[in-house]
């Protein structure tokens, strides 16, 4: 019920329903305690205005309301911690699927684009060199580096087989972009210096986009990518012919 | 070995003596004054006006996102050809505009009215000094901001304008980006850090030295206690931020490399520098800062909420010692929550661990004051008076924001969340409905005190609910457009992606409730005129208050009080059972 009623986006990750439920239970707490104080606050502006209760007494509220409420708070916060945040923050940034199970990409973030690179059939990323970056290549691939010939790179446009995880490994050329997957309940920044690992599984077919979630120059808005997943089929598909189109290009 | 200190009594005398014997000139009196009283207003004046600017540069935001590339009625034209050509906004000029409306609303209008302003002019009356310890500190400390205000505003004339990397200013974003605002926005920043930290050491002293005979720190007022805690978040987490600003001044002037990385490519080029920086020790150095800088913000407002609910239910606050242990306890926790700001940076398990539990910690004082505050309510006989409507509004505003806080304080939800316009909902609620809110019942309850005169009440109320609708109707929205994944600072209100189609009609109520708010503060500043000639003449203590400022003149002459006054009894001792009047003042003797 309160999932329709927060108006989430569809998960199309498998750990997307975790983090739902975190954010469902967080705002039950909220409406339980904003219910709760509200009509305490509604009556009490009510029941104790001036003309209904002209003489105020000294010593005011007795009881332990105050203090139930404080230990009520203390203990759902506590089990939201404890049983959900930090073991679920840990699968996510822990719990990486190995490299031969997972497809892996190397994703640069750069003013106002993402460059996808895939390693290829020989499983290995190109060396890269910021002095070989032109336009036709952002990501400054070696081309006459070996592990490089095979290397598949996109500019915002990201394919993923469905039910595989991914590893993405995140960084950026110029300045800090975020790596915002709405549907898939993924976010990262990409900083950078750094190389960070990200990991999910998509769990539904269909396109999707990033949206860069970190302020990153006047053309932030629109630095968008999409993401297609496929069946695994359309996406060996969609690898073979990249692989033919390199070969034919001399 | 015991510290030689003067005594507040001489203290007095001394200032007694010096208004006695040399009338000071019109400038030395109202411009560069040394009296507390003054300073303060000077300070809520300017504040006022950065907040109202501030304002102004939001609701030109919020016509860009109701309609996104549509030529700006009326101001359009005005802009000028490098931020809105033909009256259209550029992406540039909106970023400018975000990034500043942050920097002022924070460092020029709120915290400067909450702190420099109500501070300045009501703290040392309610302990009963003459003036603050350092007089001459404390006019530098206004001039000081003065002059930090005045650089911020230049930025936006160079046509390159002003900051525009959000007002957390990013590395290495801001240092890249090559106009001359950052480096306004730098520099404005050193003198706005260096005002506020005179400032700190200013109010420590005078809450240590100054007070009355008999006041003992369980008698100060929760507003004194409020303005006590703030000073030592400002005074210990401003320095890490003017040491970053120069860093980050340093990045941009002279080359140097403290934020920023190795390797950088820009547009294309490999950036000249000589790297090995790191962009995250500038998110560190700024939300050291920043976080604590949260608590400057709401901390005054609680505190000049407290004064107003037991001035209006007439009762004691209901556990002004847990308000006191908490405000303690929030102002030490608010130091150590900050990397909770920095989630999304690719944080590791333990750290995430530490900085959501402390996070967690930190909710709890703010649950026992507001828990207290609404306690406070059971038993009263409440007026509804005008400042007791924007304090009694504050509750449920800061309510929501705080709440709100949870599940960004969680890191696994906050990864739907981050950077959303959940983020800006929550804030806003804590800052504006909750912070300004409060300010305005600070000025609305103060203002008789300041100028004699009592401000009108049945403009204020129409102020107060017009304010109140329009501004849930800006910020209420916001969450479901976080929830439904809208990002914040896009300069199309991401108009672009599937995930907010859903939402993106709210951008024009919002915008609506935006400019409603703009026209009922009219009557704010109506009153506020009208007032200051015609209101209504009021003696010492018209709200029948019970703390030591209802005791000077009203307005208070130099010096402030008439005799010295002497602490009796605890701050809100009010319908004190067998009294014959139904508040008790804290400096009048008991019947013998």
Redesign the interface.
């Known amino acids: 019920m309160m999932t329709k009623l927060?108006?989430?986006?569809v998960q199309a990750s498998q750990h997307a329903a975790?983090?739902?439920q975190?954010?469902v239970l967080?705002?039950w707490?909220?409406l339980f305690?904003?219910v709760g104080?509200?009509a305490?606050?509604i009556f009490?502006?009510f029941r104790?205005?001036?003309g209904a209760?002209?003489?105020?007494?000294?010593?005011?509220?007795k009881g332990k309301?105050?203090k139930s409420?404080?230990v009520l708070?203390?203990i759902v916060?506590?089990v939201?911690?404890v049983g959900?945040?930090?073991p679920?923050?840990?699968t996510?940034?822990?719990a990486f699927p190995s490299e031969n199970e997972a497809v892996v990409v190397r994703i640069v973030g750069?003013?106002f684009s993402w460059n996808i690179h895939y390693p290829g059939p020989d499983g290995k990323f190109g060396r890269t060199d910021?002095?070989k970056?032109?336009?036709d290549n952002?990501l400054?691939l070696d081309r006459t580096d070996a592990a490089a010939k095979d290397d598949v790179t996109t500019i915002n446009q990201l394919y993923l087989p469905i039910n595989r995880p991914v590893l993405v490994h995140l960084s950026s050329?110029?300045?800090?972009h975020?790596f915002?997957l709405?549907?898939m309940?993924?976010?990262?920044?990409a900083?950078?210096?750094?190389t960070?690992p990200v990991w999910f599984v998509p769990t539904r077919l269909g396109e999707y986009?990033i949206?860069?979630?970190?302020?990153?120059?006047?053309?932030?808005?629109?630095m968008?990518g999409f993401i297609t997943v496929q069946n695994d089929a359309d996406f060996r598909k969609w690898f073979d012919d990249q692989q033919k189109e390199l070969r034919a290009t001399p | 070995m015991e510290q030689p200190t003067t005594p507040p009594s001489v203290v007095y005398e001394h200032a007694h003596h010096i208004d006695a014997h040399e009338e000071l000139g019109w400038w030395r009196k109202y411009v560069f004054s040394t009296d507390h009283k003054v300073i303060g207003i000077q300070y809520a004046i300017t504040g006022l006006l950065f907040l109202l600017f501030g304002f102004g540069l939001m609701m030109l935001m919020r016509w860009q996102l109701a309609y996104p590339g549509k030529p700006i009625p009326l101001i359009g034209p005005w802009l000028g050809q490098s931020r809105a050509p033909m009256g259209i906004m550029l992406p540039e000029f909106y970023n400018q505009l975000g990034a500043m409306h942050g920097t002022i609303m924070v460092f020029l209008g709120v915290v400067p009215l909450a702190v420099g302003g109500f501070g300045n002019f009501v703290m040392p009356l309610q302990i009963g000094a003459p003036d603050m310890a350092f007089p001459k500190i404390n006019m530098m400390s206004y001039w000081v901001y003065y002059i930090g205000g005045v650089i911020m505003l230049a930025s936006f004339f160079p046509t390159t304008g002003a900051a525009q990397s959000g007002w957390t200013s990013y590395t290495p974003l801001s240092v890249i980006t090559a106009t001359s605002g950052q480096t306004f926005w730098l520099v404005g920043m050193i003198f706005l850090i260096t005002s506020s930290l005179l400032g700190s050491i200013n109010f420590i002293t005078t809450i240590v030295q100054l007070r009355a005979k008999g006041l003992s720190y369980m008698r100060l007022p929760f507003f004194v206690w409020a303005q006590f805690v703030t000073s030592f978040l400002l005074l210990l987490a401003f320095p890490p931020l003017e040491a970053a600003g120069i860093l980050q001044l340093m990045d941009k002037v002279a080359g140097t490399s403290f934020f920023l990385p190795s390797g950088l490519v820009i547009s294309g080029k490999p950036l000249a520098v000589a790297g090995q920086g790191n962009p995250l020790l500038w998110q560190h150095l700024f939300w050291f800062l920043a976080h604590p800088e949260v608590y400057v913000l709401i901390l005054p407002a609680m505190g000049i909420v407290s004064e107003i609910i037991a001035n209006n239910t007439r009762k004691p606050l209901w556990g002004y010692k847990a308000l006191v242990y908490s405000v303690v306890f929030l102002g030490f926790m608010s130091f150590i929550v900050w990397a909770h700001h920095m989630f999304m940076t690719g944080m590791g398990t333990t750290m995430s661990a530490f900085f959501q539990t402390t996070t967690m910690i930190i909710s709890i004082p703010s649950v026992v004051i507001l828990t207290a505050l609404l306690l406070s309510l059971w038993g009263a006989s409440i007026r509804f008076t005008t400042p007791m409507l924007f304090a009694l509004a504050f509750l449920p505003m800061f309510g929501i924001g705080g709440l709100t806080g949870l599940p960004l304080g969680l890191a696994p939800s906050d990864i739907h969340l981050h950077d959303t316009y959940y983020v800006i909902g929550h804030f806003h609620y804590v800052v504006a409905p909750g912070t300004i809110f409060a300010l305005f019942a600070g000025i609305y309850h103060w203002f008789p005190k300041a100028t004699g005169r009592k401000m009108n009440e049945l403009l204020g109320k129409l102020h107060f609910w017009g304010s109140l609708v329009c501004i849930n109707l800006v910020f209420m929205p916001m969450f479901i457009q976080g929830l439904a994944g809208m990002n914040r600072r896009m300069y199309d209100g991401g108009a672009q992606y599937a995930h907010n189609q859903g939402v993106l009609h709210w951008n024009v109520v919002q915008g609506y409730a935006a400019w409603g708010l703009g026209l009922f503060q009219i009557f704010f500043i109506i009153n506020f005129f009208m007032s200051l000639k015609w209101g209504k003449a009021v003696d010492k203590n018209p709200w029948e208050a019970t703390t030591l400022e209802w005791l000077a003149p009203s307005p208070p002459g130099h010096g402030n009080f008439l005799t010295e006054p002497i602490v009796y009894r605890a701050p809100y001792e009010y319908s004190v059972p067998g009294a014959a009047k139904d508040f008790s003042p804290q400096f009048e003797p008991e019947k013998a």
């Open positions: 927060l108006g989430m986006p975790e983090i739902d975190m954010t967080t705002h707490l909220m305690l904003f104080w509200g305490f606050f009490v502006l104790f205005r001036k209760n002209p003489r105020a007494s000294y010593t005011g509220a309301l105050a409420t404080e708070v203390a916060e506590i939201l911690l959900y945040a930090i679920a923050w840990a996510r940034v822990k750069e003013q910021i002095s970056v032109t336009a952002p400054g050329k110029d300045v800090i975020s915002g709405i549907e309940r993924v976010k990262q920044d900083i950078p210096g750094m960070m986009e949206s860069c979630s970190q302020l990153c120059g006047l053309g932030h808005f629109r968008r």
